[in-house]
């Protein structure tokens, strides 16, 4: 069944956001390929503007599992540390009816 990862997190610093916002694209384009990814999207708080969700869709929650967990997790995502801080947890929603 599909999920979409979402995790939710703040830059650090306001200045940031153009280098934050391409590094996650650089990010995205690194995962292509793995096992399970379908497609990331990045939302901005209007509000907000320091405030992001970065939502991935996966396969299933054991592919995402599966990578997260994975050495090749921390290494393809590093780029993006030093510009935002994560909240510590995430959340997996299965999509239960795809509209389209």
């Known amino acids: 069944m599909t999920v979409r990862v979402m995790v939710f997190g703040r830059l650090h610093r306001s200045e940031d956001r153009e280098a934050f916002e391409a590094a996650i694209t650089e990010v995205s384009r690194s995962i292509e390929g793995t ?50 801080r994560a909240q510590a947890d995430f959340k997996i929603y299965d999509v239960a009816v795809g509209l389209d």
């Open 35 to 84: 096992n399970g990814y379908m497609k990331d999207e990045l939302l901005r708080d209007q509000g907000d503007p320091d405030a992001y969700i970065m939502m991935s869709e996966w396969a299933s929650r054991d592919a995402f599992l599966s990578w997260e967990q994975s050495g090749i997790h921390k290494q393809s995502t590093g780029p993006l540390r030093s510009y935002w």
